[in-house]
Each structure stands twice: as C-alpha cells, then as structure tokens.
Nanobody
C-alpha cells in the first residue's frame, strides 16, 4: 500500500505565492520521480513539474520561471513553490510518485487564485 498526501493549497490573490508539499509513505520502493500535475475546471489533467532522483526537472511552459519543484529523497517528499500566481493557475494539484514505472497519485489539494 502506498499513501500519498498533499498539503499547502489555499486561496490567494494574483501575484501571491503558495508552497505545496507531498509526502509518500507505505511501501515505497525504487522511486524514479516525484512531481505535480493539475486539473483546472473543465480541463484535462496536465503536467506541472516533475523531478527525478537524479535531479532532472521538467516544467510546463506556463509555469517556467514562476514555479520551482524540489525533492527530499530521504523523506520521500516533493515540494512545489509557486510564485507570481495567476488566475489560470486555479486547479486541483495532484502529487504523483513513479515507482518501478508505476504512477501513484494523491487526492489533490485545491489552489484558487482570484481577486
């Protein structure tokens, strides 16, 4: 059993910042990557940022320069620092953990950006 829990979501004004946290626990083996996806209302889930254990990152074009993904491998945790937030960033953000080529997902945390 793998448990993934996200936290840190909330409601902020445009230009504000939030830091999301994700902790994986349970049967954690051979983690290849941890990262973040999001689903906005009426839209499909999309990749936000992912970080491999070797340090390779991948960001969506829409968040480059604003978001930073980081990881604590020893604690099976991944973080997403979100700066200069925009209304279009409003979505449910999901943490994803890839182990042995299998993806595991958290329940999501809501991020709302509005004035």
């Amino acid at each position: 059993q793998v448990n993934i829990v996200e936290s840190g979501g909330g409601s902020v004004q445009p230009g504000g910042s939030l830091r999301l946290s994700c902790v994986a626990s349970g049967n954690i083996l051979s983690v290849y990557a941890m990262g973040w996806f999001r689903r906005a209302p009426g839209q499909e889930r999309e990749l936000v940022a992912v970080l491999t254990g070797s340090g390779v990152t991948n960001y969506a074009d829409s968040v480059k320069g604003r978001f930073i993904v980081s990881r604590d491998n020893a604690k099976n945790s991944v973080f997403l620092q979100m700066n200069s937030l925009r209304p279009e960033d409003t979505a449910v953000y999901y943490c994803s953990v890839n182990m042995i080529r299998i993806n595991y997902w958290g329940q999501g945390t809501q991020v709302t950006v509005s004035s």
